[in-house]
């Protein structure tokens, strides 16, 4: 990859568009960013790279950095856990598949959980088609929004709270390859993987250390630790183990426009980190104003 400019201040390494489950198009997304005096943004839409043309031209026209990316959902056992691919090839056939795989495995069960919920509340498939763009990356944001929409629950939040949380008995699993599998695609395809918000499960329950040795092994970069929904305990150890093992540390936000209470640039990667990510990167090109 060509060197470029190094970015001046820090980046926001994680943040969502309207292509999965934020609530902005790209290229509004990116305009905010600028707007608000941020350097630059990821965009990491889950499991899909659909949003990077838009978002491109729209970091060029400002003149901000934009690093395309994207958040790959993947299982442990009964855990989500989501790993932020950086500047992978966007064609890629492997990562391409397996995307397609995810999102295709997102419908279905986004299909099964308003079957379930319609037991119970007035709600159709199509309502929540209403809630998403053409080809976005289905999630329970998208049904949470259909439920507010019919006025079974005030706000997305709210919804996650009752009808959408496990302990309700809709929620379901969707189909997902385990991290390990997640790394190796995200390196194979030229990409950085970093372990998205890993100190969020409960509060002293982060991954142990013999998994991590093995994400580490198969490539992954580094660990994002400045996140508002890591507890504090977490982080702590966190910062234990990226040392032990050598992983960067990043810093982001995991912004999804007002679909959540996260603001836009409230944590930001330094850019040292940035600069090594650009250095290790082979996948795609980043937009580098200057
Ligand atoms: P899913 O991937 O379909 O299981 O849905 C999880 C997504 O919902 C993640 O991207 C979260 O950012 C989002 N999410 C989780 N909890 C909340 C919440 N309380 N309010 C808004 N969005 C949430
Ligand atoms: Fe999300
Ligand atoms: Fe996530
Ligand atoms: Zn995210």
Redesign the pocket.
Known sequence: MPRRDRPAGGIDLHT?SSVS?GTQEPAELVAEAALSGLAGIALTD?DSTAGWDAARDAARAHGIVLLPGLEL?TREQFA?VHVLGYLVDPDDAALVAETARIREG?RTRAEAIVDAIAHDYALTWDDVLEQATEGATI???HI?DALVARGHVPT??DA??GILHWRSGYARP?YAPDPLTGVRLIRAAGGVPVLAHPGTRGDGDVIAPKRLRQLVDAGLFGLEIDHPENHERNKRALRELADRFGLAVTGSS?Y?GT??ANRLGEYLTSPEVVERILAEATGTEPVLPG
Do not use: E, I, T, V
Request: aromatic share 6%; no cysteine; proline share 5%.
């Open positions: 969502h489950d889950h959902s989500s997102r999630g329970r944001p949470a997305r939040s996650f709270a969707h995991d999804h679909g959540k």
